[in-house]
């Protein structure tokens, strides 16, 4: 075992240390203009002490072949005299290298190697007057008197910022890991890789090196790549084949095909474009978005879901197979579409038409002729278009959108920020999380479909936000974080399509941006970025000014690379000792959170869904069967288990709503006037009556299937009855709320951690009733703690109880923090900490007042 161990540790250390990103500075030169070129001030500008001393300057070289002419590096000492590393182009044409000591040129023998890293190392004896140079390998040695008793030094890279001793020659290179020693001990060392804007700090003693016009090579890993661009007379459609890495883009007589990650001559990756002549048939659809490739029958489908159109182009003839021709206005202008391999549907949700916003879950067959399609309303998710979606095994994952409650473009749109899973089997929806606020850096909305990345169990989603970043989402925790630099593209014409699509043969996220005018005038632009991508906060972060003691400041801000190999050491024994662990515990409770899901699959099958799993407790309540559900979302089930929400029409719906709501708080229930105001409010008295006895009969006939659920007529007042074989979640736990003496806690706690009530309605006459019960909630919670000497597992569901209920409970924070600290999860309460501070900044405009150690150890 132990060797296996061993084994496995130096495997994961080598794939590891094989990741290290590229980082580096790029000085640009020419043919910029020379207010753009880059220019880089060692020690913030200030010049460096160097009597009677020796100093070294050593560096990293990587000399790009764009502009091999001009200065590299510019050093100015206290009396004004310059030493210069140049290039120069020889008669052959090579480019050498040279140093320029006043206006004397010193030639090294060797042309410059290009496009591979290099050592450079420039030795000033300020006691001797000496130069020394190695340049890869070939070394010169100068006497320069003038360098005598040189009291201090300035030092730049690229164009030199020093009043009076600018250039405008700069040549075209990278460098990295520029170090400075003083009679041989280090005494600087600037990474170029982590940066505020322009700005590097050293690793040593936190000293800035300051930069004009910087471009970081570590941020070429957060930034998309343009590799195709063109315009339309009118919109066109777009699908990707995942396998043959391609896109297929349609207009009305022509298909483009673009082939990515094809080389030229010269070794860099280009797309190529074939287009050919469509020879017949017709597009079915009147939307550019209503298109997609089906990878395991390896067709491109194009489709009608207003008027359930299909049409399958025949690639090896050039043409569409189907004659239809649309003939409705579209129901369904940005949805989001998946195809599931499993039953050949095409899944769809959301989406706009004639003004309104729908929340349909539409499950269509185009390769089952005359097979219907299936319209199932999911009335726990609001209605909204631009939905994104990823297929996840036999889930539907669903996040954000922009909508509205009733579904009406003119009353009161907003931009949805909720991460759903539907489960396409039983329709039956779970919903994980929702963000109130406006996310830091403004509101977005997302593109069409999202990449499941089932090793790190997260979602990534490109977004119009910043003008297009790509984000990551997580199931576990609500909050988006950044995953690229902005593309640059202005949203600003009347249609906007985007897609993110992955490819996993070329480990490449691609995002097809579609611009459209009214006109049909449209652009399309297709951007690339590194698979798995890295988060903008690990490779480009402000790193703070050093604290007084050196040691302190290394040891906190040189853990990317000084400490780089330790840590994957210490990464790579845990993931083995969890994995001999995970063996080893076979047949026992395991008390994680959450559970990593099943490998990746390939391309045609959709991926594993992810499972998030509670440790296993005692469940008091069956909310298996014949029950009807409040708490999390609104939920109906019948007497053997089977999801039956579907059939509630949203009347149907808040009809059952109103009438357990005022049976709990009144014993009689509601009369039959206030009733019929709530409801029919806009019809004539015999209306409004006969339309109540049509659905309250309806409603019994499917109360009968949940169990022995009553509807009561008495008095002039109507009011439900649900008996033992039946349960409703909100009834009882407000009936466990009324006891004077809470002696079972735990009952009250199993349901109050199921979630808020019905947060997908959102109504006049049902807010009064969701407030009560939010403050119930919170009441209990927090007197239960006060009179209770509690478990630190008891304590932890009641906080997460009253984050539920309010997302800015300090006392919540302080209990899980400070359980989480006593029992040495620092890192977990910290977390918890973070993602507080996180969100009560973007609700309330300021920072949280107290710091982690007051949060988990009060006064």
């Not at 090294?108 to 007057?129: H, I, N, S, Y």
């Amino acid at each position: 075992m132990r060797n296996l161990l061993l084994t496995l540790l130096l495997l994961h250390s080598i794939r590891a240390t094989a990741n290290i990103p590229e980082y580096g500075l790029h000085i640009r030169s020419y043919p910029l203009h020379i207010s753009r070129l880059t220019g880089m001030a060692l020690e913030n500008g200030r010049s460096v002490k160097t009597e009677g001393i020796r100093l070294d300057l050593e560096f990293d070289l990587w000399v790009r072949d764009d502009n091999v002419f001009g200065t590299l590096l510019r050093v100015i000492t206290h009396s004004g005299e310059n030493i210069d590393l140049m290039y120069r182009v020889a008669e052959d044409g090579s480019r050498l290298p040279f140093l320029l000591t006043g206006e004397e040129i010193h030639l090294f023998q060797r042309p410059a190697r290009m496009e591979t890293w290099l050592k450079v190392t420039l030795t000033l004896d300020c006691r001797q007057g000496r130069i020394t140079v190695c340049y890869d390998g070939e070394n010169r040695e100068i006497a320069h008197r003038a360098l005598k008793d040189t009291k201090s030094v300035r030092i730049s890279f690229g164009r030199c910022p020093f009043d009076g001793f600018t250039q405008d020659d700069v040549a075209s290179v990278n460098i990295r890991d520029v170090s400075l020693k003083k009679n041989g001990r280090q005494i600087r060392l600037w990474k170029m890789a982590q940066h505020a804007g322009d700005t590097c700090y050293d690793e040593i003693s936190g000293i800035p090196a300051t930069g004009r016009n910087a471009q970081w090579i570590i941020d070429d890993l957060i930034s998309w790549r343009k590799v195709y661009g063109r315009k339309f007379d009118t919109a066109p459609a777009i699908a990707f084949d995942s396998v043959g890495s391609k896109f297929f883009v349609t207009t009305d007589d022509l298909l483009h095909t673009i082939s990515l990650g094809r080389e030229d001559e010269g070794g860099k990756v280009k797309a190529e474009t074939d287009s050919a002549l469509i020879t017949g048939g017709k597009y079915a659809a009147g939307l550019p978005n209503q298109m997609i490739y089906i990878t395991p029958e390896r067709q491109l489908l194009s489709y009608n879901l207003t008027e359930n159109i299909y049409s399958i182009f025949d690639l090896t003839r050039s043409r569409w197979k189907s004659l239809k021709v649309p003939a409705k206005d579209p129901n369904y202008w940005n949805n989001t579409v998946v195809y599931n391999p499993v039953d050949s549907a095409l899944i769809s949700f959301g989406g706009y038409g004639h003004y309104l916003y729908n929340n349909e879950l539409l499950l269509s067959y185009p390769l089952h002729e005359g097979k219907p399609p299936q319209h199932i309303p999911l009335p726990d998710i609001a209605p909204r278009y631009s939905p994104a979606s990823v297929l996840a095994g036999n889930r539907l994952y669903i996040f954000g959108g922009r909508g509205s409650p009733s579904g009406k473009q003119e009353l009161f749109p907003r931009n949805y920020y909720d991460l759903y899973a539907v489960d396409v089997t039983d329709r039956s929806v779970k919903k994980y999380w929702s963000w109130t606020g406006t996310p830091e850096n403004g509101d977005f909305v997302p593109g069409e479909n999202m990449i499941y990345d089932p090793e790190n169990r997260c979602f990534y989603v490109l977004t119009s936000q910043s003008n297009g970043v790509l984000m990551k989402i997580e199931a576990a925790h609500p909050g988006f974080e950044l995953m690229s630099l902005p593309i640059g593209v202005k949203f600003d014409t009347h249609y906007t399509f985007t897609n993110l699509f992955l490819s996993p043969g070329l480990q490449k996220l691609y995002a097809s941006i579609l611009l459209s005018e009214v006109s049909g005038a449209s652009t399309l632009e297709i951007y690339e970025i590194n698979y798995p991508p890295l988060p903008v906060s690990v490779t480009s972060v402000p790193q703070p000014h050093a604290a007084k003691g050196k040691s302190s400041f290394r040891k906190k801000y040189a853990i990317p690379f000084g400490l780089l190999l330790p840590a994957l050491l210490l990464s790579g024994a845990a993931l083995c000792w969890r994995h001999y662990r995970k063996r080893r515990r076979t047949g026992e409770d395991e008390k994680e959170a959450e559970r990593d899901p099943a490998p990746a699959p390939s391309p045609a099958v959709p991926a594993p869904a992810p499972v998030f799993e509670k440790e296993p407790v005692i469940r008091h309540y069956d909310l298996s069967r014949s029950c009807i559900c409040f708490l999390d979302r609104f939920r109906v089930l019948d007497r053997t288990g089977r999801d039956i929400t579907a059939q509630f029409s949203p009347i149907l719906r808040s009809l059952l709503i109103i009438l357990i709501c005022y049976s709990v708080k009144d014993s009689r229930g509601i009369s039959g006037g206030r009733l019929i105001k709530l409801l029919w409010h806009d019809k004539s008295e015999e209306a409004a009556k006969n339309n109540r006895n049509v659905y309250v009969s309806k409603l019994r006939a499917i109360l009968e299937e949940v169990g022995d659920v009553k509807i009561i007529n008495q008095n002039s007042y109507w009011r439900i009855r649900i008996d033992d074989d039946s349960l409703c979640d909100y009834w009882e736990i407000m009936k466990l709320f009324r006891e004077k003496e809470h002696r079972d806690p735990e009952r009250l706690l199993e349901l109050l951690t199921r979630g808020g009530m019905l947060p997908g309605i959102e109504t006049d006459w049902a807010d009064p009733f969701k407030n009560d019960f939010a403050n119930t909630a919170i009441d209990f919670c927090t007197g239960f703690l006060q009179k209770f000497d509690l478990t630190d597992s008891l304590k932890l569901k009641i906080a997460d109880t009253l984050f539920q209920h309010d997302f800015l409970s300090e006392e919540a924070l302080q209990i899980k923090c400070a359980v989480l600290y006593r029992q040495s999860k620092v890192g977990l309460a910290k977390s918890v900490y973070d993602a507080f501070c996180n969100v009560y900044k973007s609700s309330l405009g300021i920072d949280y007042p107290h710091s982690f150690i007051q949060v988990v150890k009060p006064v």
